[in-house]
C-alpha cells in the first residue's frame, strides 16, 4: 500500500515533463530557422554567342613573319609550333613572336597550348648574389601593335597574361587571373564590339573556362590594331588561330582565322629584288652620336634587325635579368659592362651564340660596333660570319656634316635627357622628405613611449616603496609589542633580539629568452637589440669580427677608389693592386698569411657578400655607395657565420677558417729605473705599454699582488680588486710588479703578504726600504714621514734573507718564460754572467733597472 503514492508521483512528474518538452517543440517551430551564408555566386557572363559574320572574310594566313620575331625563336614548317633556344646564355631572355594579322574591330579570339616547359641547368652566378637563379619557365599571351618591342608588356604597346596569374603592360605587374601550365589550353579574347557591354577588353580562358575577368585596355591601346602577340621562356608552345577552337567556350566566339577581311589588317614584308639580305656596317668615330643615328635608321627601316652589346643589354632587361647596379649606370653604349654574375652573359658567350644564329635566319642586319668597325682584324671577322649566299655586306659611313633631321632628334634627346634627371632628382627629393618625416614621427613615437614607461615605472616604484613602509610600520609595531611583554627580561632580549629581515622589492619580471638562431637576420631592425637586450653579434667570434672590418674596409675601398680617381678608364682596384691601395688607404697591410689563405682572391671570396671581382679581376662591391646605416655589415656577417657552422656540422673541413689572433704587442727594451710606486715603478720596459712577461699574456687568475683596497700612499698606484697593480693603459691580461720587489719572485696570494698601512710612508729616495722574511715592507729607521717609496737603487738587493713568496733572486734581468717575473736568472750580483733580456724585452741587451748590464 506504501507503494501506491510513489507511483501516481512519478506518473505525474513524467506528465508534466512531457508538457514541458511539447511546449519548447512549440517554440522551435514558431521560431524562423537560422540561414546559412550563401556562397557568392560568380559573376554573370556578359559575352553573348557570336552572330555569323557577313561579308568577305580574311584570306589570308595568319602565321609569324620572321622580322617579328625575336632571334631565339625556332618555328615548325607550318608556323603553329614556337621553341626557344636553351643555350649559350639565350635561356635567360624571353622569345617574343607577334603574328601577321590584326584585329582593329570586332570580337575575336586565339589559342596557345603549352606542350613543354623546359628545364635549364642552373646559371653559374659570380660571387654571392642569389637574384640569378635557374631561368624560370614563363609563357605570355596578348596583344600589341605594329612595330613594337617584340617582347610582351615590356612596353606600353602591349598587354599580356603571363603563366603565374599576372597581367604585364608597360613593365608593370597586376595580378588579375589564375594561373596556368604545361597541357593547359589558354584562349585569349579581344573584344572591340562598341555595342557590347564588355567593349574595348581581353580576357583569358583556361581549358574553355573564364579564369580572367574582362580587363579594360590601356588608352594607349584603344582604337589602335591589335596583333596576337606570344612570349616564352625555355617553353614550346602550339597557336592555334582558327578557324576551329581546341577549347571551346561558353559562347560561340570567331577566331582570328576566321575574322571579317574590313576588321583585320595584314602585316607584309617585300622580298629583296636581287634575292638577298642587306648585312650593313656602320663607320662612324666615338661619341659623335653614333647610336643616336642608329636609332633614327631604325625608325626608318624597321625590317632591320640590329646586333650589337646594347641591344643584348636592352633584350635582358626588357627579360627581366637582374643587373648589378642597375640598367641605368652605363659606361658607353658600344661596350656595356654586364656585372650580370651570370658566367654566360658576363663573359660574351651570349654574343657568340646571337653571330652563330643570325646567318640562318633570312633577315636584314645592321652590325653596330664602333670599334670593330674601325679595326681591320675585328672588321674582317665580323664580315666571315655573313658569307652565305643569301646575305649582301653593306659600308655606310656615318662621318661628316649630319643633317638637319638628325640634329633635331639630337636636341630632341639632350631635352628628354636632362627633363629624366630632373624628374629624378625631384623624386629623390621628395623621397628624402617623407623619409625624414617618417623619422621624425618614429622619433616622436619612441619619445611617446619612453615617457609612458617612465611613469608606468614611477608608479611601480612608488607602489613598492608604500608597500615597503607599510611592512615597515607593521615589524615596528610588533618589535614595540614585543619589547613590552618581554621588559623583565630585556638583558636576555638583547643578545636574542634578530636584525629586521630586508623589505622585499618586487623584482622586475625578466625578458623571455631568444633564440638567437631562429631570427632572421635581414629582418632585424635594430642589431643592437635584437630581443631580451640581445645583440645580433653575440655570437661573433674574433674571426667574425675580423671578417665584419674586412667587409666594410673592402667595400669603402672600392668606391672610394673610384670617387678619388673619377676616370672611367679605371672603374676599380685590379686584383693585383689591392694590396698597395689597400695600405695607401688604411696603412696596414693586407696579407693573406693573417686571413689562413693562399691568395689576395682567396681573401676577397672569404666576404663576397660584400665585394666581389668582375670578370675583368677589379675590385667592386655589392652595395650602394649610399647607405643609411651600416648595420648591414653586422648583418652579414651573422648571416656568414650561421651558413659556415652548418658546412662544419656536415663535415666540410674547407668551411673553417684560419684567421689569425692578433696577439699583445711585446714590450721593448728596458729604461732606467722610474720611482718605486706600487703600480708605476719597475715597468716592463720604455716600450711596453702594455707589456707582457716574456711576451705571453698572463691570466688574471694566476697572480695576485693584494686584495681590493690596499694601496701604498706613497705612490700613485692602486692593487685593484682583480688583483692586478694597474697603471696607464694596461690591460686586464698585463700584470706589473710592485717598486720593491726582485726580479725572479713570485708573486703570491694576498694572503702570504701584508701590506704597508695606509699611514705609512716611506724614505727618501737615496734610502733603500727592507723587506722582512714574512713578506711585509718595512721602513728602514729614520725614514722621514711622507717620503716617497723607492725601489732599490743600484747596488745589491735586499739580503738573501729577507723573502716575497720566494728567495730573492740578485741577478741582472729575468728570463722570458710564462711565470711572472720570469725564471729565475743565473746567480750573480748584476755581473757579467747575468741573463740578457728584460721584462716584455727579446734579448734586448738592456737590464731592467739601468743600462749597460748594471743594476
Known amino acids: 500500500m506504501s507503494g501506491r503514492p510513489e507511483k501516481k508521483q512519478k506518473i505525474a512528474e513524467s506528465k508534466e515533463e512531457a508538457k514541458v518538452e511539447d511546449a519548447e517543440m512549440k517554440d522551435a517551430e514558431a521560431k524562423p530557422a537560422v540561414e546559412k551564408p550563401k556562397v557568392p555566386e560568380p559573376p554573370k557572363e556578359l559575352e553573348t554567342d557570336a552572330a555569323p559574320i557577313s561579308g568577305a572574310k580574311n584570306q589570308e594566313t595568319v602565321t609569324f613573319l620572321t622580322p617579328d620575331t625575336t632571334l631565339n625563336v625556332l618555328s615548325s614548317a607550318n608556323g603553329s609550333i614556337l621553341m626557344s633556344l636553351n643555350e649559350g646564355g639565350i635561356q635567360h631572355l624571353m622569345a617574343g613572336a607577334r603574328a601577321s594579322v590584326g584585329v582593329s574591330k570586332g570580337r575575336y579570339m586565339f589559342e596557345v597550348k603549352v606542350l613543354e616547359l623546359v628545364h635549364v641547368a642552373d646559371p653559374v652566378v659570380q660571387g654571392n648574389n642569389n637574384n640569378n637563379r635557374m631561368s624560370k619557365n614563363v609563357v605570355r599571351v596578348g596583344f600589341s601593335t605594329a612595330g613594337s618591342s617584340l617582347i610582351l608588356g615590356a612596353t606600353a604597346d602591349s598587354i599580356c597574361f603571363d603563366s603565374d596569374g599576372a597581367i604585364f603592360h608597360d613593365k608593370k605587374r597586376t595580378v588579375g587571373s589564375l594561373r596556368f601550365g604545361r597541357d593547359n589550353v589558354v584562349a585569349v579574347l579581344l573584344n572591340l564590339d562598341e555595342k557590347s557591354e564588355n567593349a574595348n577588353t581581353v580576357s583569358l580562358f583556361k581549358d574553355g573556362k573564364r579564369v580572367s575577368q574582362p580587363q579594360a585596355l590601356p588608352e594607349g591601346l584603344k582604337g589602335k590594331t591589335l596583333f596576337p602577340h606570344i612570349g616564352f621562356k625555355n617553353a614550346s608552345v602550339h597557336v592555334n588561330f582558327g578557324p576551329t577552337p581546341l577549347a571551346p567556350l561558353p559562347f560561340t566566339c570567331h577566331m582570328v582565322q576566321d575574322a571579317a577581311k574590313a576588321h583585320v589588317k595584314v602585316t607584309a614584308y617585300a622580298a629583296p629584288a636581287d634575292g638577298k639580305y642587306d648585312v650593313a656596317f656602320p663607320v662612324s668615330l666615338p661619341d659623335e652620336g653614333t647610336f643616336a643615328w642608329l636609332d633614327m635608321f631604325l625608325e626608318k627601316n624597321p625590317t632591320y634587325t640590329e646586333l650589337s652589346d646594347r641591344m643584348i643589354m636592352d633584350w635582358a632587361q626588357k627579360s627581366g635579368v637582374w643587373k648589378n647596379r642597375g640598367y641605368e ?67 655606310l659611313v656615318v662621318v661628316g656634316e649630319p643633317t638637319a633631321d638628325f640634329k633635331k632628334k639630337t636636341a630632341e634627346y639632350t631635352l628628354k635627357a636632362k627633363q629624366e634627371a630632373s624628374d629624378r632628382a625631384f623624386k629623390v627629393k621628395k623621397m628624402e622628405e617623407k623619409r625624414q618625416k617618417m623619422v621624425a614621427k618614429q622619433a616622436k613615437e619612441a619619445e611617446k613611449k619612453k615617457n609612458k614607461l617612465e611613469k608606468e615605472r614611477a608608479k611601480k616604484l612608488a607602489e613598492a616603496k608604500k608597500k615597503m613602509e607599510a611592512e615597515k610600520k607593521k615589524k615596528e609595531a610588533a618589535a614595540a609589542k614585543k619589547e613590552g611583554e618581554e621588559e623583565e627580561q630585556k638583558d636576555e632580549e638583547e643578545e636574542k633580539k634578530e636584525e629586521p629581515e630586508p623589505m622585499e622589492v618586487e623584482e622586475e619580471e625578466e625578458e623571455e629568452a631568444v633564440d638567437l638562431l631562429s631570427i632572421d637576420v635581414f629582418g632585424v631592425e635594430d642589431i643592437l637589440d635584437v630581443g631580451a637586450k640581445m645583440p645580433l ?46 695600405q695607401k688607404y688604411f696603412h696596414k697591410n693586407l696579407t693573406t698569411k693573417e686571413y689562413g689563405v693562399e691568395s689576395v682572391a682567396d681573401i676577397i671570396k672569404l666576404v663576397s657578400d660584400a665585394v666581389y671581382l668582375t670578370p675583368q679581376q677589379v675590385l667592386d662591391s655589392q652595395l650602394s655607395e649610399e647607405m643609411e646605416t651600416f648595420a648591414v655589415f653586422a648583418t652579414l656577417t651573422e648571416e656568414a657565420r650561421r651558413f659556415r657552422l652548418v ?36 715597468q716592463t720596459g720604455a716600450g711596453a705599454a702594455k707589456g707582457t712577461w716574456g711576451g705571453v699574456p698572463q691570466q688574471p687568475q694566476q697572480a695576485f699582488w693584494g686584495s681590493k683596497g690596499d694601496s701604498a700612499k706613497g705612490g700613485k698606484g692602486t692593487l685593484m680588486g682583480k688583483g692586478f697593480a694597474v697603471k696607464g693603459p694596461q690591460t686586464p691580461q698585463s700584470q706589473v710588479a710592485p717598486a720593491m720587489q726582485k726580479p725572479g719572485a713570485v708573486a703570491v696570494r694576498p694572503a702570504a703578504v701584508t701590506m704597508p698601512p695606509p699611514a705609512a710612508r716611506w724614505e727618501t729616495p737615496a734610502a733603500k726600504g727592507v723587506v722582512k722574511g714574512s713578506g711585509t715592507v718595512v721602513a728602514p729607521k729614520g725614514a722621514a714621514k711622507g717620503a716617497a717609496a723607492v725601489a732599490p737603487g743600484k747596488g745589491a738587493w735586499p739580503t738573501p734573507t729577507s723573502s716575497y713568496g720566494k728567495a730573492p733572486q740578485t741577478t741582472k734581468g729575468a728570463s722570458k718564460g710564462s711565470q711572472p717575473y720570469g725564471k729565475p736568472a743565473d746567480k750573480g750580483k748584476g755581473g757579467k754572467d747575468a741573463n740578457k733580456g728584460s721584462w716584455g724585452a727579446a734579448a734586448g741587451g738592456k737590464a731592467w733597472g739601468g743600462k749597460g748590464g748594471k743594476w
Open 537 to 582: 653579434f653575440k655570437e661573433f667570434g674574433h674571426e667574425d669580427w675580423t671578417l665584419m672590418s674586412l667587409r666594410f674596409e673592402l667595400h669603402l675601398l672600392a668606391h672610394a677608389f673610384r670617387k678619388d680617381v673619377d676616370d672611367p678608364e679605371r672603374p676599380g682596384i685590379p686584383l693585383d693592386h689591392l694590396p698597395f691601395y689597400y
Open 647 to 682: 658546412r662544419i656540422d656536415l663535415g666540410e673541413e674547407d668551411a673553417k677558417l684560419k684567421i689569425a689572433v692578433v696577439q699583445a704587442s711585446k714590450g721593448g727594451a728596458g729604461g732606467p729605473q722610474t720611482k718605486g710606486l706600487w703600480g708605476k715603478g719597475a
Open 329 to 395: 649606370n652605363k659606361s658607353c653604349n658600344d661596350k656595356p659592362e654586364g656585372n650580370f654574375q651570370v658566367k654566360e652573359l658576363d663573359d660574351g658567350s651570349i654574343r657568340k651564340a646571337l653571330f652563330s644564329i643570325a646567318p640562318l635566319q633570312s633577315r636584314n642586319y645592321i652590325v653596330m660596333e664602333v670599334r670593330g668597325n674601325l679595326m681591320k682584324d675585328t672588321r674582317k671577322e665580323l664580315l666571315s660570319k655573313f658569307e652565305m649566299p643569301g646575305f649582301k655586306k653593306t659600308a
